[in-house]
């Protein structure tokens, strides 16, 4: 592409071939306005995950497993929020309901910031704060220009609290569908054995009116598989219903995409077309087209076989998994 070229967001690169155009998305647009809140869990179960602390964390051998688990969902997740800083706190802490709110991440400070566990370790797993936190924080957010909320919770053990937490959620679905809130998601992901897997089922396939589903789940044998399961579940949530349309300058349908939305997109446009329109999620954005380059020009009058659709990439299994 030459140089004067501008590539308007959501777009990295997009380049000219002939009548074709490949497009790709910088990131999903579907998640332009996304706020993320990282909740974990902070229940005596999860003592020993995060290991001995003060002295004895020098003297014993046992590690904090957690820690960079959590800093790498944490860079992982700000990515996606809208201005990069992601809201967390640990759940289930001190009379078992208490949350102890660590403060607003960036992917920056999460490279070295220490998370040792909460001051005060839980007696029980208490979810119904969590949902409630989460609610008034995008309540706030949506003054500053939140469109959509993202919340993962991370627990190791049974909910003490599930029909409230049902309950409730029941009552956040009616806001939305009314308009009072934005859409939220709930990305719930279970750590070891102690999970109580038909529990989160009950929860997570709960189909709302006017809304559909508000939350996904996923379990984990180990610590150690935590982040990337919880990076799958958020891609999957996040666009798994997108869709988008590609228009030219006249407004005619270049190309319509069913389904989720691919990071490349390519599709064939008229010879004198000049620029394309992506609509998704409601959104419009509009991209000139970028001249041929000669070096493609080139390579196409050497090999002028159609170009093919890149495969996706094969997703790596993640052990511990289960539906």
Not at 203 to 211: A, L
Not at 243 to 251: H, R
């Amino acid at each position: 592409m030459a140089g004067h070229e501008v590539v308007v967001r959501p777009f990295s690169d997009v380049h000219r071939m002939g009548n074709k155009v490949v497009a790709t998305l910088l990131h999903d647009p579907t998640v332009e306005g996304l706020d993320v809140a990282l909740y974990m869990d902070g229940s005596a179960s999860m003592e020993d995950e995060y290991g001995p602390r003060g002295v004895l964390a020098k003297l014993a051998p046992v590690k904090n497993l957690v820690e960079p688990q959590m800093r790498w969902m944490l860079e992982y997740l700000a990515s996606k929020d809208r201005d990069g800083q992601v809201r967390v706190a640990y759940w289930a802490t001190g009379d078992r309901s208490q949350l102890e709110e660590v403060g607003l991440l960036s992917a920056v400070q999460a490279k070295d910031f220490r998370f040792p566990g909460p001051r005060a370790y839980g007696k029980a797993t208490v979810m119904l704060p969590v949902l409630r936190d989460f609610v008034a924080h995008m309540k706030q957010q949506v003054a500053k220009g939140a469109r959509r909320g993202l919340a993962v919770i991370i627990t190791d053990s049974q909910l003490s609290d599930g029909d409230d937490v049902r309950a409730y959620a029941t009552q956040v679905a009616k806001e939305i569908a009314a308009g009072r809130l934005p859409r939220m998601s709930f990305v719930f992901v279970g750590v070891g054995d102690q999970v109580d897997e038909e529990q989160m089922e009950e929860i997570s396939h709960e189909t709302y009116p006017g809304v559909g589903h508000l939350w996904c789940h996923r379990i984990a044998d180990r610590m150690e598989e935590m982040a990337e399961l919880v990076a799958v579940l958020v891609d999957e949530t996040m666009t798994v219903a997108a869709g988008g349309t590609v228009y030219d300058e006249q407004g005619r349908t270049l190309k319509a995409y069913e389904g989720r939305l691919p990071a490349v997109l390519e599709f064939e446009v008229p010879a004198e077309c000049k620029a394309f329109t992506l609509e998704v999620a409601g959104q419009r954005f509009t991209q000139p087209i970028p001249e041929e380059h000669g070096d493609e020009e080139h390579h196409e009058a050497e090999a002028p076989e159609p170009a093919r659709a890149p495969e996706p990439a094969p997703r790596r299994k993640h052990g511990g998994h289960r539906h």
